[in-house]
């Protein structure tokens, strides 16, 4: 079973760094685009960055020249570098693969749990 596994949330001051990662286990033939949500109370979730197989980048205006989206195709790992936070930063990130093809040939769309980030002023 494919599943998306993040690490790297935590607390930290305005100002500061946080690295996000994600890897996507389980049997996957390939994953077409790889990004991060995040939700913060009382809102919708919302696109942070997505970066496509032939890494391709896309940011929300809100972080960008602030995160840095990448990705290990040979790991299936995403990774997302947050500099100089906010704490508007302050959210649930979710991992997301789109365009999952799994053991089976299935295209798939997959979450991950979410990591919390918390940004204090």
């Known amino acids: 079973q494919v599943q998306l596994v993040e690490s790297g949330g935590g607390l930290v001051q305005a100002g500061g760094s946080l690295r996000l990662s994600c890897e996507a286990s389980?049997?996957?033939?390939?994953?077409?685009?790889m990004g991060w949500y995040r939700q913060a109370p009382g809102k919708q979730r919302e696109l942070v960055a997505v970066?496509?197989?032939?890494?391709?980048?896309r940011y929300a205006d809100s972080v960008k020249g602030r995160f840095t989206i990448s990705r290990d195709n040979p790991k299936n790992t995403v990774y997302l570098q947050m500099n100089s936070l906010k704490p508007e930063d302050t959210a649930v990130y979710f991992c997301?693969?789109?365009?999952?093809?799994?053991?089976?040939?299935?295209?798939?769309?997959?979450w991950g749990q979410g990591t919390l980030v918390t940004v204090s002023s």
């Open positions: 970066v496509a197989s032939g890494s391709d980048t």
């Open positions: 389980g049997y996957i033939f390939s994953i077409r685009a």
């Open positions: 997301n693969a789109d365009g999952l093809i799994d053991r089976r040939g299935h295209i798939l769309e997959v």
